[in-house]
């Protein structure tokens, strides 16, 4: 019994009447938790009852504690009839499960009823007393923190990242189960919105333990999906990242990822010493293997290459990495042993992290992705789930060996998603194939020397775009140059990633976000025939989607896609793809060439006519494309890259293989490169109808830039204005145009429009990018296309650019180094430890490995790097007296403490979370984000995460204001339930949102619609980067001394 | 191709002011899009007619779903469904509940009630103002009466209270609630030069002087009947009024007070003939209009009287208005002087306010 669950209902209001005689409600609530119901007293003839209850405590199991939800019912209490459920609070409590998260949830939460939507607020607070009982077999997996940000969150460092973990449950779908016919659709759905609950805690529980496992403490990049199989059941999945993370003992030690990045952009030294280790060469197109596979049953199953790549995986598999240690050089192979070692314990090396800590990524291969077509049979035992385990591994398989294909040991930025169509289910799986460095994938046993040599050797802003195959046995042709940044080593024209771009990345101009949109007829089939006509319809799918991604991104005039995700759909008589990625210029990759029309019919001289004028047409895009996204890359990279230092030079002649060859050859294939220049041939309608997408395709109006990355490259001075939404539309396409052009124009007008309607919207935000611009496309029914849309829209400052941080920086430095000698000098040896090792290193291991790199003079290294990670370091130290500061008042004067109360806006993140609630507070604004950082703020607490699961059904659509009335209203209902959560955490905002499903169903003649969502996120507190300084300024030095002290006793 | 469905949510609602006012203009979605286009907004943004019609829509659906909340503002503070900074609630609320001119000088003083709310269709057409504007601008009026027609304490502060508008408009809502409440005549003819800015002023000086809240003692009975303090006329002081009217019964006291006046004015006035000969006729009307407000139906014809008895014929001999300022100062004062008078206290209750009100209301 290791766990004592407490609740207080303490008041209503806003209630519904509930008594249409009186026009008030006699309400009541039952509080459920297991299968234990405590009930309030009935409170009288009110519409705000003050119930101020006895505290109910449940005494349970740590097991039940993470499986279960608390269930809050209010009631409307009737003498004569059954009492009616006015609606129900679902309250996760696994957030009090971990030490470091919230300590107590209170607050007024919305009662929702799935008919109803939200009728009034409840004020209810949640403790839970844990007994730490540690040597009892564990089927529990407390204390196991979850995150779905996808890189490693803000206040933690990472010690050991263990790698991926994944799970999944099934069940009966209660909609399609007997007594469905028999309830009403309100027992249904909330049966639903119950089971999916368990069902979500039951997986984090298992993973949790998966975690435990590996001697993990966290999961990291948590995404948890449902798969509404229909009549054969329901799927909950999940995959993470399983880690050993650090709480960082001053909670905000770094700057938050808008500042950094950029600091660190500008500031990187590009004369640093590039990699001398070279090993092999290849080429990347970047889009790389799929293979489809359909199995409708167990025994059978068949596989075929997709057309675009001339790779048959299995004969290749290992080879990249095998030639590849060969030769290299000792160092690199040592390296690679190390790496193959530390991955090969693993089942699946994926990582589902989007952004790594700085040197974790060595090379990028290029994006590997596989899916495969199943049909659906009924589940017939839900303890056992198999079939589905069976399926996914068979993907992940794949996944893997196309990696190795690659010379690659891992993938990183790995996502799972489904499409399901009656039976008919597609699993897809992506990823980036990359070389990791070892030592943050297993415990710190690395001899110190390999350690050092690895970070001295990394070279800065193009090391991953260097190719990890073997040039000589490519996986696939491709151009390779020398890297624009080094000269040293090969990197191909193109590079496709599924990651977030690397923050020490060298980028030119600004990216943008790019789109290929894709439908294709299907005939309508039945099972097998059905599976096997996708099947075949698939690759050239990708293949399409692969060609309109690369035609787009040269007449973007850029080199690289970050963030691609691609998503094919399926429905009754179509398929759709989706691709979404965000175009950047690389310096280190060659200038993408032209874009060359090419006719099959030359004698006619008005179609020769219209080709050069088509031609002229996208020389004339392509040109103003540049202009736009400020690339000008001839002069910009000539003056960055420089020339490098002859001494290393030489050193990495030394240790090159002969595979390349002298200085004077890097300079002949850098020019060769401009002149590749990417030719369509416009002798079919096809052709034509590539081109005239590409043109149709409207720049976002002035001011505006959008990506589907964190972060847009080439804007970091962002301030703190940010508007996160959801858009949905569906298109109902007329019947009779359905041929596949037809499709794709309407598909094409139907995301341009819907763009245009956010620039739109939200054009009082300029100069503004819209990030994580997150589509998702389905097709309820025939005819009906869905694109749910999901992004923040965040303003930045144009002029203010990087200076206001600089004088920031400059100001605390200079104020660190006149208040103490001391602190000087701390940070400066920490400069020696270069930009890879930070921020993960604990304060000790800095110092360790400051002390082992004496040797090395620290003037090698460019005084920028240090700069940046010497301001780091003092804003931390700065915080922590703020932080000081704050307790100290706190703890003080009470009456600073009412003041802090009285601020609506909750922004504050010491709120009074005891004290009782003021009926008359205006409601704390809290944020929401699907970043994983708040511009001009600071991440100091994370709170757990927010996974919640919503139905909402109605028989009067027409009178709800329709299909938009309905659905407008359901989605603002959930943001709202989702900020009650978070507020009740005692959190202001909610970082890597998500809205993984929203489902919607209509049937307008019977007047009734119904619609299923799911979220999540992170609930944290963040604390205002000004207001943190208005608290410095106010206490100034005196407040530094003892601080000061305890920094010398650490050192 | 058709969007059957096409919403977008913000975290933070977004409002959109232009929209917002045609919204509460009562345009519907089509008129709407038609006037943002001839505003010009589709050359400055570079966007589509199709674009415009979708943020229209989700404007008003926007609006719709929060004017539920708008009848109660306070729900709207405190309700989670909408993020909206407080700025901008405090915008939703005063705009809401702004009101045009021409259309509370159709209602001001009548009852708020179903006969009138069918009258809307003929104010609509007279004023221009669409039907649906009428409607919420006459419900407003009606739910905020309801809310504080029974209410006690200071009318202003209720309004401001259960409303949340600013102080401006709570007192412009004050004067309807008095007006509605006592039931003034406003649309006679004659009436009609006048402003709601001069009735409302009316209404401000006799919440302040002639209710029972005016009288500074609260009633020790919280039970007591005297609910609504600042909504009606102190009855008690009404049925005094009448003790005024030896002011025009007794002759030598009405020679006496025309002797007082006239002789403090000689050569102040350019006017001064007119007055000396009207002097008694004025008197007697306003001391009559005082003698007769027991009666309810001549309390709603206050303002008529007034203009009838006084500022006509002031008008007629254009009086100039520092003219009538003078007068009315002196015509008041120099009741202080008849010693026969008993009443004083009275007659400064009465005519204190009274000439504010004959001041205000003395113009072209």
Request: with cysteine.
């Amino acid at each position: 019994m290791p766990g004592k669950l407490k609740v207080k209902i303490v008041a209503g209001r806003h209630l519904p009447v509930m008594d249409r005689a009186s026009d008030l409600t006699d309400a009541f609530v039952e509080v459920k938790f297991g299968n234990t119901t405590f009930k309030t007293d009935v409170y009288l003839k009110s519409l705000n009852p003050q119930w101020n209850s006895e505290w109910f405590k449940f005494e349970v199991d740590d097991e039940d504690l993470q499986d279960e939800p608390l269930q809050i019912t209010v009631l409307d209490h009737d003498t004569y009839s059954a009492n009616d459920a006015i609606g129900k609070v679902y309250i996760d409590i696994d957030p009090l499960l971990y030490s470091e998260a919230a300590t107590v949830i209170s607050g007024w939460f919305p009662i929702y009823d799935t008919i109803h939507g939200i009728r009034g607020e409840i004020n209810v607070i949640v403790k839970v007393d844990l007994f730490n009982d540690l040597n009892r077999f564990r089927q529990s997996s407390c204390g196991v923190k979850f995150f779905c940000t996808t890189s490693i969150p803000k206040c933690y460092r990472a010690v050991i990242i263990h790698g991926f973990v994944e799970e999944l449950v099934v069940n009966e779908d209660p909609e399609y189960q007997w007594i469905d016919r028999i309830r009403t659709p309100r027992a249904s759905n909330e049966a639903r919105q119950r089971l999916i609950s368990l069902m979500s805690g039951e997986l984090q529980r298992k993973i949790g333990l998966k975690v435990l496992e590996m001697r993990g403490n966290a999961v990291v990049g948590y995404l948890q999906c449902f798969d509404l199989e229909g009549e054969s059941g329901l799927v909950v999945r999940a995959i993470g990242t399983a880690c050993t993370l650090d709480k960082l003992s001053s909670p905000a030690a770094f700057l938050p990822a808008c500042n950094s990045p950029s600091k660190e952009m500008k500031e990187i030294p590009f004369n640093e010493d590039p990699n001398p280790n070279t090993h092999s060469s290849g080429p990347s197109t970047p889009l790389k293997n799929q293979t489809y596979s359909f199995s409708p049953s167990k025994s059978y199953s068949r596989q075929s290459s997709s057309s675009d790549t001339d790779l048959s995986l299995t004969p290749k598999t290992g080879m990249g990495s095998g030639s590849a240690g060969k030769e290299g050089g000792p160092f690199k192979a040592l390296l690679r042993q190390q790496t193959q070692s530390a991955l090969e314990q693993r089942e699946f090396p994926f990582f589902t992290l989007t952004a790594f800590p700085p040197g974790f990524l060595v090379h990028v291969g290029g994006v590997v992705s596989a899916r495969s077509v199943k049909l659906l049979d009924r589940i017939h035992n839900p303890d056992e789930p198999e079939t589905r385990d069976a399926w996914w591994a068979e993907i992940r398989q794949e996944i893997k060996s196309h990696a190795k294909a690659l010379g690659c040991h891992a993938v990183v930025g790995y996502s799972e998603s489904t499409s399901i169509c009656e039976e008919v289910c597609i699993l897809s799986a992506s990823g980036t194939a990359a070389v990791l460095n070892p030592r943050f994938l297993q415990d710190g046993t690395l001899e110190g020397c390999l350690e050092q040599r690895l970070e001295e050797n990394l070279p800065v802003g193009c090391g991953f775009c260097h190719i990890p195959y073997d040039e000589l046995n490519m996986p696939f042709p491709a151009h390779l140059t020398y890297c624009y940044n080094c000269r040293k080593q090969k990197v191909p024209d193109v590079l496709f990633t599924t990651i977030d771009l690397p923050t020490d990345a060298t980028v030119v101009g600004k990216g943008c976000l790019i789109q290929a949109r894709l439908c294709r007829l299907k005939k309508k089939a039945q099972a097998e025939a059905n599976a096997t006509a996708i099947s075949n319809l698939l690759p050239f799918m990708e293949y399409e989607v692969h060609t309109q991604l690369m035609n787009k991104l040269k007449l973007k005039g850029m080199n690289a896609l970050f963030g691609l995700r691609i998503q094919i759909t399926v429905g009754e008589n179509m398929l759709m793809g989706l691709a979404s990625a965000t175009g950047v210029y690389l310096a280190a990759l060659p200038t993408p060439g032209g874009i060359q029309i090419a006719g099959k019919t030359p004698n006619d001289g008005s179609y020769e006519q219209h080709i050069s004028h088509m031609q002229k047409k996208i020389n004339d895009t392509i040109a103003k494309n540049k202009e736009l996204y400020e690339i000008n890359p001839p002069e910009t990279s000539e003056e960055l890259i420089g020339s490098p230092i002859p001494e290393p030079r030489q050193h990495s002649r030394l240790l090159r293989s002969q595979s390349e060859s002298s200085d004077e050859v890097t300079e002949l294939d850098l020019s060769h490169g401009k002149k590749d220049a990417f030719v369509l041939e416009i002798d079919d309608t096809d052709a034509l109808e590539d081109v005239h997408s590409l043109l149709t395709d409207v720049p976002p109006p002035p001011g505006f830039y959008s990506c589907n990355t964190e972060i847009m490259p080439g804007i970091n001075n962002w301030t703190s204005e940010i508007q996160m939404f959801t858009s949905v539309r569906v298109t109902r396409l007329s019947s009779l145009n359905l041929t596949n052009q037809a499709l794709n124009k309407n598909f094409n007008d139907l995301c341009e429009n819907l763009l245009k309607s956010l620039y739109f919207k939200l054009r009082s935000m300029i100069p503004c990018c819209l990030c994580h611009v997150n589509f998702t496309v389905s097709l309820p029914e025939d005819e009906l296309i869905q694109v749910t849309v999901t992004a923040v829209a965040i303003t930045f400052d144009k002029n203010q650019a990087l200076q206001t941080t600089k004088t920031h920086v400059e100001k605390s430095l200079q104020r660190a180094s006149t208040d103490n000698e001391e602190l000087l000098q701390f940070p400066l040896e920490l400069c020696s430890d270069s930009i890879p090792s930070h921020p993960f290193p604990p304060a000790k291991e800095h110092l360790e490995s400051a002390s082992s790199n004496s040797g090395i003079p620290a003037a090698q290294r460019a005084t920028s790097v240090d700069y940046s990670s010497f301001a780091d370091r003092c804003s931390s130290w700065i915080e922590l007296i703020k932080l000081k500061a704050q307790t100290i008042r706190r703890g003080s004067i009470k009456t600073t403490v009412t003041v802090e109360k009285a601020s609506p806006m909750g922004e504050g993140n010491f709120r009074n979370r005891s004290a009782p609630p003021c009926a008359n507070s205006t409601v704390g604004v809290v944020k929401m984000t699907p970043l994983s950082f708040i511009p001009g703020a600071k991440i100091t607490k994370y709170l757990g995460i927010i996974n919640m699961f919503f139905i909402r059904e109605t028989t009067s659509l027409r009178e709800e204001g329709g299909v938009s009335g309905f659905l407008h209203a359901f989605i603002a209902e959930v943001f709202a339930m989702v900020r009650a959560h978070v507020a009740a955490l005692g959190g202001n905002a909610v970082v890597s949102y998500i809205m993984k499903q929203c489902v919607f169903m209509e049937n307008p003649n019977k007047n009734q619609a119904q619609c299923l969502i799911n979220v999540s996120g992170d609930a944290v507190v963040f604390v205002r980067e000004s207001d943190l300084e208005v608290v410095s300024t106010q206490h100034p030095t005196a407040n530094c001394q003892p601080l000061c002290a305890g920094g010398e006793v650490t050192t | 191709m058709t969007s059957e469905l096409d919403i977008f949510v913000g975290n933070t609602t977004l409002i959109d002011e232009d929209v917002y006012r045609l919204w509460l203009d009562g345009y519907s979605v089509s008129d709407a899009v038609a006037l943002r286009v001839r505003s010009g907004i589709l050359e400055q943004t570079g966007a589509t007619a199709a674009v415009l019609q979708s943020d229209t829509m989700d404007h008003y659906r926007t609006f719709h779903m929060l004017e539920r909340l708008l009848h109660a503002p306070p729900k709207l503070l405190h309700q989670l469904i909408f993020q909206i900074p407080p700025s901008r609630q405090a915008l939703l609320i005063e705009r809401y509940y702004a009101f045009d001119e021409a259309f509370v000088r159709e209602v001001l003083g009548k009852k708020l009630s179903k006969g009138t709310k069918k009258d809307l269709d003929d104010i609509s057409t007279k004023t221009g103002i669409t039907l649906k504007s009428c409607r919420r601008q006459f419900d407003n009026f009606k739910r905020v009466f309801k809310v504080v027609e029974e209410m006690r304490g200071s009318l202003v502060d209720n309004i401001q209270q259960h409303f949340l508008l600013s102080d401006r408009l709570s007192r412009d809502y004050a004067a309807i609630v008095f007006f509605a409440n006592n039931r003034f005549e406003t649309g006679k003819k004659k009436l009609q030069y006048l402003s709601f800015g001069d009735f409302a002023f009316c209404a401000e000086l006799m919440i302040q002087n002639w209710t029972l809240g005016a009288v500074g003692e609260a009633p020790t009975d919280p039970d007591s009947q005297v609910d609504d303090m600042d909504v009606d006329l102190d009855k008690e002081f009404l049925q005094d009024l009448k003790e005024l009217k030896v002011l025009v019964a007794d002759k030598d006291l009405l020679d006496l007070h025309k002797s007082l006046v006239c002789t403090t004015l000689r050569g102040k006035l350019t006017v001064f003939s007119e007055m000396e000969a009207n002097f008694k006729n004025l008197s007697r009307g306003l001391v009559n209009v005082a003698a007769k407000l027991t009666h309810n139906k001549d309390v709603r014809d206050l303002f008529v009287d007034l203009v009838e008895k006084f500022v006509e014929p002031c008008r007629s001999d254009h009086w100039p208005l520092a003219d009538v300022r003078l007068f009315l100062n002196q015509y008041s004062a120099s009741v202080h002087s008849l010693d026969g008078f008993r009443h004083q206290a009275l007659w400064d209750r009465y005519m204190g306010t009274l000439r504010g009100c004959l001041l205000r209301l003395y113009h072209d």
